[in-house]
């Protein structure tokens, strides 16, 4: 297992497009949260998965965002319309218990 | 509302010495808390677990302390190396009552040893 894998790792679009994400987690990790971080900040929490469940959602997500975990295993985060305050880092991390997280290297957005 | 608060943005020191960095939190009961170790440009990396009930756990060249009634977790790396400097980011989970689902992260600190 090479632990958790982000594609792309690099995402450069127009304002206004849509974009999609995928987290491939350590497979026998039950628990996938996506995290998003800007430059000088901790990850802040987007929304987290057990199994297929998607059990939270941040209050700070707005309905432009989606997330899917189809069968419990990857999943994809959608931003439809994006703008320019997009543009972060997009963290995947897995873990079978609720701590000891294992994070992927992330995707970057940038929204021109 | 729910907050932590990591002592200082940087923290230079040089090899060999301890570096002792801080993180304190308010509105918070956690059942535990952990130190991630973060390089520019790739996630973060989980270094250690310390629980509610623990006073200090250690690993290697690392030591955590966890003090609830201060609200303040300690992170001491001995002898430190080049090698060393990252951003350290302490997390939180939402403790008794709240959700078990996810962790909140301070905003990191970022160490640098100079050789």
């Known amino acids: 297992d090479t632990g958790v894998s982000q594609d792309p790792r690099h995402k450069i679009t127009k304002r206004g497009q849509n974009v999609t994400f995928r987290c491939d987690p350590i497979?026998?990790?039950?628990?996938l949260y996506w995290y998003r971080q800007t430059l000088g900040q901790g990850p802040e929490f987007l929304t987290y998965?057990?199994?297929?469940?998607?059990?939270?959602k941040s209050r700070l997500l707005s309905d432009r965002f989606s997330a899917e975990r189809p069968k419990g295993s990857f999943s994809t985060l959608e931003i439809q319309r994006t703008e320019q305050g997009d543009s972060a880092m997009y963290l995947c991390?897995?873990?079978?218990?609720?701590?000891?997280?294992?994070f992927g290297s992330g995707t970057r957005l940038t929204v021109v | 509302s729910q907050k932590i608060e990591q002592n200082s943005e940087a923290l230079n020191i040089q090899e060999g010495k301890t570096a002792t960095l801080t993180c304190n939190y308010t509105?918070?009961?956690?059942?535990?808390l952990q130190w991630y170790r973060q390089d520019p440009g790739r996630g973060p990396v989980f270094l250690l677990l310390?629980?509610?009930?623990?006073k200090e756990k250690r690993k290697e060249r690392l030591k955590v302390t966890f003090d609830t009634t201060l609200k303040q977790s300690l992170f001491h790396i001995t002898a430190s190396q080049p090698a060393d400097s990252a951003t350290y980011l302490c997390?939180?989970?939402?403790?008794?009552?709240?959700?078990?689902?996810?962790?909140?992260f301070g905003k990191g600190t970022k160490l640098s040893v100079k050789p």
């Open positions: 997390a939180l989970d939402r403790g008794y009552g709240g959700s078990q689902g996810n962790l909140i």
């Open positions: 509105n918070y009961s956690p059942a535990y």
């Open positions: 497979s026998e990790h039950n628990r």
């Open positions: 310390i629980r509610e009930n623990e």
């Open positions: 998965f057990q199994n297929e469940a998607q059990l939270e």
């Open positions: 991390a897995s873990s079978p218990r609720g701590y000891g997280y294992t």
